[in-house]
């Protein structure tokens, strides 16, 4: 069985300044870990995903995450926030197969000018 | 780009009255899911399909919901009788049953029962 906890429902962070979105998991196998961002009255659209391979992953919009085994995290980060990066952020987690994603609640961004 | 298209974006009706939603996977997509996201539960896997199968709906309560794909272009998700707390955001999903492949989410269809 998998799950995922996001640490802080809201996070409010100055433009141009460092975001960070902590996202731990948990998984009883090998997990695909996702980041997706929703933005007022739209789907989810996927930000990044770490599947096998190389443990730091980029997406799209400057976003980039890290997957640590040892931590049970995939933290997502970007250097400099930007106006645009206000948004709800889900991370997401599945088995083998990357098929059936457990969410987990979400984190608002606000961004202060 | 390749959309999942979802209509309708808003339906209001009143309480005991059918509600259809539809949803279009991008073509090509063989694996389809249904999920309603409210403030309360957040994102929650209602059903999903896979080659036009129902794989799992231990999401739905079986009493009123009922999900369908009666072709390979089309799913649909119906609730009757709706009640009051139905009211949600639902959302359609659509992915390739290869390894990797992330799911792509339509806009929803915002729902309220009165």
């Known amino acids: 069985a998998q799950s995922v906890t996001q640490l802080g429902s809201h996070v409010s962070v100055s433009e141009g300044a460092l975001v960070l979105l902590r996202c731990n998991y948990s998984?009883?196998?090998?997990?695909?870990l996702f980041w997706y961002v929703q933005y007022p009255n739209q789907g989810l659209q996927l930000l990044l995903k770490?599947?096998?391979?190389?443990?730091l992953v980029k997406g799209i919009n400057g976003f980039e995450a890290e997957f640590k085994k040892s931590e049970t995290s995939f933290h997502l980060t970007k250097p400099s926030a930007h106006m645009s990066d206000a948004a709800e952020y889900f991370c997401?987690?599945?088995?083998?197969?990357?098929?059936?994603?457990?969410f987990g609640q979400g984190t608002r961004l606000t961004i202060n000018p | 780009d390749a959309r999942v298209t979802q209509t309708p974006r808003h339906k209001v009706t009143e309480m005991g009255q059918e509600v259809t939603m539809r949803c279009q996977p991008i073509?090509?997509?063989?694996?389809v899911f249904w999920y309603r996201q409210t403030m309360m539960q957040g994102l929650e896997l209602l059903a999903y399909?896979?080659?036009?199968?129902?794989?799992?709906d231990s999401g739905m309560p079986k009493d009123r919901f009922s999900a369908e794909m009666p072709d390979a272009t089309l799913a649909t998700l119906k609730i009757q009788p709706s009640e009051p707390r139905d009211s949600a955001v639902y959302f359609c999903?659509?992915?390739?049953?290869?390894?990797?492949?992330?799911?792509?989410f339509g806009d929803g269809t915002r729902l309220s029962i009165l």
């Open positions: 999903a659509s992915t390739l049953d290869r390894l990797n492949q992330p799911q792509h």
């Open positions: 998984s009883s196998v090998p997990p695909y």
């Open positions: 770490y599947t096998t391979g190389a443990t």
């Open positions: 997401a987690v599945s088995g083998s197969g990357a098929q059936k994603l457990v």
């Open positions: 073509l090509g997509h063989n694996t």
């Open positions: 399909f896979r080659n036009r199968a129902p794989l799992d």
